[in-house]
């Protein structure tokens, strides 16, 4: 059993509409992350969250804003989003961001853009 | 540049057979290094990462990697392959980022790995 849990594993959305995701963890961590995984392709980072502050944005279009309400849970916010958004939505969480400091998957958000 | 590249998109193996999946590194400084595995339809799950100053390093499912710096390599192995394995497996760095306390998990593309009977 993963110990990052994310809702809904599932979620169709039309372009017009505004959904969240969340993702909780329990083990303690103080770095949380946002990943996007197309099929067939490597996890890329969209945000990282370190302490409950952003720490990072990679570049991110503003159509996905992050929200991170305390040290346990992780909510992306989606609105307006486009047909090429649908991937597999990641989160993960790490004891600190220090390099040795592995990260814990959740098992995803299956998004789909109508 | 810093990279990290995977040999093989697709390997395929016997059950019973070695494991060998094949990870590179580019980078001035060796970087902290880990791999992972994704089964269908799942998030990533750690096998093993890489503790500094040990060459051979154990991780879950029998699984485990020998880190090479003359080579810049850090490749998977298993000695004898279950049809369980059948995953695909990511191979996944954190360059050091010269004096900054983050460094980014960069992914590798990835190596889908089939059992066959």
């Known amino acids: 059993d993963t110990e990052v849990t994310q809702t809904p594993k599932h979620l169709v959305m039309g372009m017009t509409n505004k959904k969240s995701l969340k993702c909780e963890q329990h083990?303690?961590?103080?770095?949380m992350y946002w990943y996007k995984q197309k099929a067939k392709k490597p996890p890329e980072l969209m945000f990282v969250y370190s302490y409950e502050k952003l720490s990072i944005n990679e570049s991110v279009p503003s159509r996905f804003s992050p929200e991170c309400p305390n040290s346990s849970l992780l909510n992306l916010h989606l609105h307006a989003l486009q047909p090429e958004d649908s991937a597999l939505y990641l989160c993960a969480s790490s004891p600190g961001q220090g390099y040795n400091s592995p990260l814990h998957f959740g098992n995803g958000t299956r998004l789909t853009v109508t | 540049a810093q990279s990290v590249t995977q040999l093989g998109s697709h390997v395929s193996v016997s059950e019973g057979a070695l494991v060998l999946l094949r990870c590179n590194y580019s980078s001035s400084v060796p970087p902290y290094l880990f791999w992972y595995v994704q089964y269908p339809n799942q998030g990533l799950q750690l096998l093993l990462k890489y503790t500094t100053g040990a060459t051979l390093v154990k991780g879950i499912n029998g699984f485990e990697a020998e880190f090479k710096k003359s080579e810049t390599s850090f490749h998977l192995t298993k000695p004898s392959a279950h049809m369980s394995d059948a995953a695909e497996y990511f191979c996944?760095?954190?360059?050091?980022?010269?004096?900054?306390?983050?460094?980014?998990?960069?992914f590798g593309q990835g190596t889908i790995l089939t059992v066959h009977p």
């Open positions: 996944a760095v954190r360059f050091n980022a010269g004096g900054t306390s983050y460094g980014k998990l960069t």
């Open positions: 083990m303690g961590h103080r770095a």
